[in-house]
């Protein structure tokens, strides 16, 4: 990791003038964060001597995270920085934490900035050769307890990243209408065993090319495919399964984001659930999102949809260029971007999806792209003769162009 060692004034120069030759984009290190819990699914890419790079107590890398301001928390040997994005800038790297700190309204907007959080979502390739454990992300009155924001997420499964599905392709998703809270609460009071919790919920198959809205406090268990999830800046949750995967889950994961004083005390988790949400018979209406069509996209070979547009904290786009094509990509807010099928160009950088990436090079892949070059409009090319370019685009809160409120 090449990282600048000057003086602040250099620093914030060097990042202005990156972002000015960039045209308002910049480009971004591939993030990499381990997890302990499951077994890598191997569709990210990344090269197969690479998958315990930090070495095998870390776990696996098995996530990539995007346009990240967010540390990973992976208990207390998680180094400082990791989940953070770098940016690539003329001279090293930057943390993108920096980045907007010295940027500010430049890069993520006016109407951000004037919030005071920074850059509040981030998103992730997430890859597992089983499913994750049955769990719950904290809403924001539970996270505010241990210094944190909440974890509203949105899933969606990208075509190209999913060649195989995995060894489980069902998503479990809250509980079945009839449960109770004591049925609840004995499950995950029996940690000595398999508590087979994923018996109290539902389950639902999942595909590529399609997608789920999570709302915080809802229980799941997204399946085997390799799934691209954007979020609040948060990484808290709750490991409700004692083995998920043929593995056994700690049962410090289901105390991990609890106040000290609360740890032991099941009603507790119980209370961070959102019952009613988590119990509706309607579950497959609510949190199901099929991709929407933008209706409002008028250039030859360009093709957009909605994939995450139920949150209020976030959403993200599909965008497909036809090959040969050249069109400005417009938007009305800031945000990151990843290639996951071809090659190009995305305003004045190289673009192209990688074939096999070494853990610690960069790629031409990923992008921070400021509100300004956003509604300017990024021109986009695809370069080849045959074959689609296809990106990944997630937005902040309150995206302007959001067709559902």
């Known amino acids: 990791m090449t990282t600048m060692a000057t003086t602040p004034s250099t620093r914030a120069r060097t990042l202005r003038q990156t972002l000015d030759e960039g045209h308002g984009v910049l480009r971004l290190m591939p993030t990499w964060v381990p997890r302990t819990f499951s077994t890598p699914g191997h569709r990210l890419r990344l090269h197969p001597d690479d998958h315990y790079a930090l070495g095998p107590g870390r776990g696996a890398l098995t996530e990539r995270w995007l346009a990240s301001t967010t540390q990973a928390d992976n208990g207390p040997d998680t180094p400082d920085g990791e989940g953070i994005s770098r940016v690539l800038l003329l001279d090293g790297q930057m943390p993108l934490t920096e980045a907007v700190d010295i940027l500010g309204a430049d890069v993520i907007g006016p109407r951000l900035a004037a919030a005071g959080d920074g850059w509040p979502v981030y998103a992730k390739f997430y890859d597992y050769q089983g499913a994750l454990p049955f769990h719950i992300h904290l ?25 195989h599905t995995g060894k489980r392709p069902i998503m479990f998703l809250g509980l079945q209408p009839h449960v109770t809270p004591k049925e609840f609460l004995a499950r995950i009071a029996d940690f000595s065993s398999d ?42 949750y709750a490991m409700c399964e004692s083995v998920a995967d043929d593995q056994p889950v700690p049962e410090s994961l289901l105390w991990k984001d609890v106040p000290p004083e609360h740890r032991g005390n099941h009603q507790y988790i119980l209370d961070m659930l959102d019952w009613q949400a ?3 018979p309607d579950t497959l209406r609510r949190h199901h999102n099929p991709p929407l069509p933008v209706t409002s996209t008028r250039h030859d070979g360009l093709s957009e949809r909605w994939i995450a547009y139920s949150s209020p904290f976030f959403s993200a786009k599909e965008v497909t260029l036809a090959p040969g094509a050249t069109a400005p990509l417009t938007d009305p807010a800031a945000y990151g971007a990843i290639a996951v099928r071809g090659h190009g160009r995305f305003g004045p950088h190289p673009v192209a999806a990688p074939t096999l990436i070494r853990f610690g090079n960069p790629t031409e892949d990923e992008f921070f792209v400021s509100e300004t070059a956003a ?31």
């Open 139 to 163: 809403n924001d009155t539970h996270a505010a307890a241990i210094g944190q924001r909440g974890g509203a997420e949105a899933l969606y499964f990208p075509p190209e990243l999913n060649p």
């Open 195 to 236: 508590n087979h919790i994923t018996e109290l919920s539902q389950a639902f198959r999942v595909r590529p090319g399609t997608g789920w809205n999570i709302p915080p406090g809802v229980l799941h268990a997204a399946g085997s495919l390799c799934t691209y999830e954007v979020e609040q800046a948060s990484d808290t």
């Open 278 to 280: 988590n119990t509706d």
């Open 375 to 405: 509604t300017a409009g990024v021109p986009v090319t695809n370069h080849s003769t045959t074959e689609p370019l296809v990106l990944l685009q997630h937005f902040g809160p309150a995206n302007p162009a959001l067709p559902i409120p």
